[in-house]
Each structure stands twice: as C-alpha cells, then as structure tokens.
T-cell receptor, first 114, second 113 residues
Framework: DGGITQSPKYLFRKEGQNVTLSCEQNLNHDAMYWYRQDPGQGLRLIYY???????QKGDIAEGYSVSREKKESFPLTVTSAQKNPTAFYLCASSMRQGSNQPQHFGDGTRLSIL | DAKTTQPPSMDCAEGRAANLPCNHSTISGNEYVYWYRQIHSQGPQYIIH???NNETNEMASLIITEDRKSSTLILPHATLRDTAVYYCIVRGGHTGTASKLTFGTGTRLQVTL
C-alpha cells in the first residue's frame, strides 16, 4: 500500500542531544512537509521541500534542520538549539505544490524530553 | 484561503449516516473544499475534496451547494472508529509557505452505540 511512514512513533531526547525523525513516502510525491502540533493546537509548518535537493524554511524553522537527498525521504533533525521540542511531529507529502492535490500525512512521532 | 465555520461537536448513532456541515461563504472560484479527520494521537487523514460537483469515494461523500457557500460531508454508515475531529478546509493551489495546511477548530464527532 502507498503511504507515508514515520519512525519512531515515540522518541525521547536528553538535554543537549540532537535527534532525527524519519519520514519516508512511496507515493511518488514531489513535495514534502514537516509540521509540529502542540496539544489542543493546530499545525505549524517547520520546513517544506518542493523537489529533491531543495528545501525551504517554514514558519518555525529555528532549532530544526532537514535534508532531501532522495525523493522518498525527508528526515527532520531536532537540534539542541530547539528549547521546547516536546510536541507531536507530522510529516506530509503532496503531488506537487501549487496543485489542488491534497496533502497526505504520516502517523506522527511524539517527541518528549527526558 | 476562505474562512470556514463548523459546529464544535456532533453525535451520531452507530450505523446511521453522519452529516457534517461546513459554511464557507467567502469561497472564491478556484478554491477547493477539503475534508480531513484526526483521531486522537494519530496523524490527520485525508478524506475527500471537491470543487463544485458532488464527490464520492470509499470513505465518504461530499455534497457542495450550487452557490458553493456550504458543503456537507456524509459518512454513510458511521462506526465507532469514525469518532474523531473533522476539519473542513477551503484553499486554492499555493506554493511556498502558503502551501501549508491550516486546521481550524473542526467538529468533534462522537459515534455512540
């Protein structure tokens, strides 16, 4: 089945540690996105990528980094510079930006601080 | 993107049809109506979208009024697993940071026995 796989489902970070969240899609989508969702709140865009080898900052990129070396993969690193990383992280993809095709989401990674 | 208005909560008996309304009176001609749902602790799930014609897929039907100012998502035979928050979004095709999805408060659908 085509879809978006995020791993791990739960992740714990120690102070001063960088952690990487995985996102893989087999939908052959060009565009990929990372969102953060805090309890009872909506989605906030961290980074997005319109095409392989290209990515852009979203609204809350500070303390995060990404790469897009393969079309299928868009990993997110939460660095030690992100002072409030506890949240639910969602990866999404869509056929391409600018179209009316919907974004599809993974099941998320819940990150907590030890 | 046009603003949408949804009731905060609805109840539905299992096996019955769930009809979730959405008002979007300021929708413009090139904007689509999208429906997503989010079950607690899971990622949002895309359900259906449409421009002006009614749409149906294996999950639901989307009925859009002729003036496009409102729409209804229909789950024909609701089950307990359909209990979730349902979001109606109206948007056109965007690039850059404008491509981000923004969820409002949605409708919390509770399906009961």
């Amino acid at each position: 089945d085509g879809g978006i796989t995020q791993s791990p489902k739960y992740l714990f970070r120690k102070e001063g540690q960088n952690v990487t969240l995985s996102c893989e899609q087999n939908l052959n989508h060009d565009a990929m996105y990372w969102y953060r969702q805090d309890p009872g709140q909506g989605l906030r865009l961290i980074y997005y990528s319109q095409i392989v080898n290209d990515f852009q900052k979203g609204d809350i990129a500070e303390g995060y980094s990404v790469s897009r070396e393969k079309k299928e993969s868009f990993p997110l690193t939460v660095t030690s510079a992100q002072k409030n990383p506890t949240a639910f992280y969602l990866c999404a993809s869509s056929m391409r930006q600018g179209s009316n095709q919907p974004q599809h989401f993974g099941d998320g990674t819940r990150l907590s601080i030890l | 993107d046009a603003k949408t208005t949804q009731p905060p909560s609805m109840d539905c008996a299992e096996g019955r049809a769930a009809n979730l309304p959405c008002n979007h009176s300021t929708i413009s001609g090139n904007e689509y109506v999208y429906w997503y749902r989010q079950i607690h602790s899971q990622g949002p799930q895309y359900i259906i979208h449409g421009l002006k014609n009614n749409e149906t897929n294996e999950m639901a039907s989307l009925i859009i009024t002729e003036d496009r100012k409102s729409s209804t998502l229909i789950l024909p035979h609701a089950t307990l697993r359909d209990t979730a928050v349902y979001y109606c979004i109206v948007r056109g095709g965007h690039t850059g940071t404008a491509s981000k999805l923004t969820f409002g408060t949605g409708t919390r659908l509770q399906v009961t026995l």
